[in-house]
């Protein structure tokens, strides 16, 4: 990874910290808020090697955890664990494609929740934890496709990332 695109993704990450926890939770309720962390993880285990994109997954998800406020870690082994997944399908396919990066981040928001719903159970005794966890999917699944879209018709989207 280039130092101008480590700079990038930085800025990216810290902006969308400060949209994210500050600014969305004023403006829109829980089940319609995207996540931003999430669509980069994706963008970037869609785009990177594995040794560049797994740590970044992690710490995508343990800041993810940080602000969220649940369990440290839960996050963390969530977006490691989608990164992997989504890894060992992408060298397989045409990474830069703009559906293919929607149908991903809208894929990895039902397989991430039904992860973290497994990683709960088996780790904590949480009753009716599932029931307050699907009850929102299908708006957060839909919000976060949403703005993976927008993100894909950014100018320069489809574009070789240069690796150096």
């Not at 800025?11 to 949209?19: H, K, P």
């Not at 343990?62 to 060298?91: P, Q």
């Not at 981040?105 to 709960?120: D, F, K, Q």
């Amino acid at each position: 990874m280039s130092r101008r695109a480590t700079l990038l993704l930085f800025s990216l990450v810290i902006a969308s910290i400060i949209i994210q926890v500050s600014l969305l939770p004023v403006f829109i309720r829980p089940p319609f808020k995207p996540d931003l962390l999430l669509i980069i993880m994706v963008f970037v285990s869609l785009r990177e090697s594995f040794e560049v994109g797994a740590p970044v997954a992690w710490l995508l998800g343990l800041l993810n955890d940080v602000y969220s406020g649940l369990y440290l870690g839960l996050d963390a082994a969530t977006f490691l664990i989608l990164f992997l997944i989504i890894k060992s399908v992408s060298d397989r396919l045409y990474a830069d494609s703009a559906i293919l990066f929607v149908l991903t981040v809208a894929g990895v928001s039902l397989v991430g929740l039904t992860i973290n719903l497994l990683l709960i159970l088996m780790l904590t005794e949480s009753p009716g934890i599932a029931y307050s966890m699907f009850s929102d999917i299908f708006p957060r699944l839909l919000v976060n496709a949403f703005i993976a879209s927008i993100v894909s018709a950014f100018p320069g989207f489809d574009c070789q990332v240069e690796v150096s």
